[in-house]
């Protein structure tokens, strides 16, 4: 597919193989080889992944859980933890960001990559997948499927081939012919309800999809019809977008018993302040404003906000004016509901901190901590601060 200025594009789509399931087993290897199950946090009654031992004795997402007790009695069932994932992600993701900046992310475990601008030939491109692929490996012990094409469509089907652990490639030119004889579901946009309609018009692959008359598929589907007649065909002139930027980052808590006790509510803000300054660190962004919110148990609620002379990802150096505000904005004795921060007026980081210099060895602690967080959870370190709630 040539894009508007006539280079080829290149374009990865990266997915998590059983990706649950995956953080489960890298977290503790004993369960490595068996079949792990984990069900879904909020639905408790039906499976939201199971590892590929688990799937080979016919256990499927969505499936109700007893069913899958009956199938894989001995198998391991876990109940789903989003915290532990999330982190998995966000370490996934900072992977990725160091190899392009042009990232698409589609779930927690799936992204677009656009690497034109990294590798000019397919053959370059399938070596720079296995280099993600081994350092995913290495850094997180997951492992990722990529598909390799020229458009996001034939990527995304592509991932879906060999997993786990594949890289499937689609060489430019090939892209309807890949696509042809592919089942009609493998086509993103296709779920159970078009491919049952699909199929009781004796529409099986996805090369007949492409051959039906645009009025028919439009009939069918409606707007949608056209778009999905021309992914069939291979053609997707999407670009990989990235998200937008938020203007800040911000947490909130609403505590588990209105209090007054100035310990524990300097314990939450503190951590609050850890979560906002990690999340502009991943972010590679930097704040010039603190904002702290105050509600009390009679839902009165106060924000008082500053603006720094200089700009920070990091809690330490936002914390003398995040506890001066705090202190302004409990001027009134009453026991406090809910507590928030917020990090605004951001920036990249290239923009030097006035700070970096003296604080190169609180940046230096910062990065261990940020390190063992990303591999073993947020809660697996807890600072002085934090640890007085407990
Ligand atoms: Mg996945």
């Known amino acids: 597919m040539q894009s508007k200025s006539g280079t080829q594009k290149i374009i990865m789509h990266i997915d998590m193989d059983a990706f649950f399931a995956s953080v489960e087993k890298a977290l503790n290897p004993v369960l490595q080889n068996k079949a792990v199950i984990v069900i879904g946090a909020q639905t408790r009654s039906v499976v939201a992944c199971p590892s590929y031992e688990a799937r080979a004795l016919g256990v499927h997402t969505a499936m109700p859980v007893y069913q899958a007790k009956g199938i894989a009695p001995n198998a391991t069932f876990i109940h789903g933890n989003f915290g532990k994932y999330r982190t998995f992600s966000e370490a996934f993701f900072e992977i990725l960001y160091n190899y392009s900046e042009l990232i698409e992310p589609r779930s927690l475990d799936e992204a677009y990559i656009d690497v034109s601008h990294l590798v000019t030939s397919m053959k370059a491109a399938h070596a720079l997948a296995k280099e993600i692929q081994n350092t995913i490996q290495k850094q997180l012990h997951l492992s990722v499927s990529i598909g390799i094409a020229s458009n996001k469509v034939c990527a995304k089907v592509a991932s879906d081939l060999r997993k786990p652990g594949g890289i499937t490639i689609v060489h430019p030119g090939q892209e309807k012919c890949f696509l042809s004889e592919l089942p009609v579901e493998y086509l993103p946009g296709i779920g159970k309800r078009t491919k049952e309609i699909l199929n009781q018009l004796n529409i099986f692959h996805i090369e007949q999809i492409a051959n039906m008359p645009e009025k028919l598929l439009i009939e069918a589907f409606g707007r949608t019809g056209s778009a999905i007649r021309a992914f069939a065909s291979g053609e997707d002139f999407r670009n990989v977008e990235k998200p937008e930027e938020s203007k800040s980052v911000s947490r909130s808590k609403t505590l588990e018993e209105d209090t007054l006790n100035t310990h524990l509510i300097h314990a939450e803000v503190f951590r609050l302040l850890e979560e906002c300054s990690l999340q502009l660190r991943q972010e590679k962004r930097n704040c010039d404003t603190v904002a702290v919110?105050?509600?009390?148990?009679?839902?009165?609620?106060?924000?008082?906000?500053?603006?720094?002379?200089?700009?920070?990802?990091?809690?330490?150096?936002?914390?003398?004016?995040?506890?001066?505000?705090?202190?302004?904005?409990?001027?009134?004795?009453?026991?406090?509901?809910?507590?928030?921060?917020?990090?605004?007026?951001?920036?990249?980081?290239?923009?030097?901190?006035?700070?970096?210099?003296?604080?190169?060895?609180?940046?230096?602690?910062q990065q261990a901590i940020d390190k063992i967080r990303k591999y073993f959870g947020f809660e697996a370190i807890q600072t002085g601060r934090t640890f007085q709630k407990v």
């Open 293 to 365: 919110t105050v509600r009390f148990s009679d839902f009165y609620t106060i924000s008082k906000q500053k603006k720094l002379n200089f700009t920070s990802n990091i809690e330490k150096e936002l914390w003398p004016t995040t506890t001066t505000l705090l202190q302004k904005a409990m001027h009134i004795h009453k026991p406090i509901r809910m507590l928030g921060v917020t990090l605004e007026n951001l920036y990249k980081t290239s923009q030097i901190s006035l700070f970096d210099y003296p604080f190169s060895k609180v940046k230096n602690i």
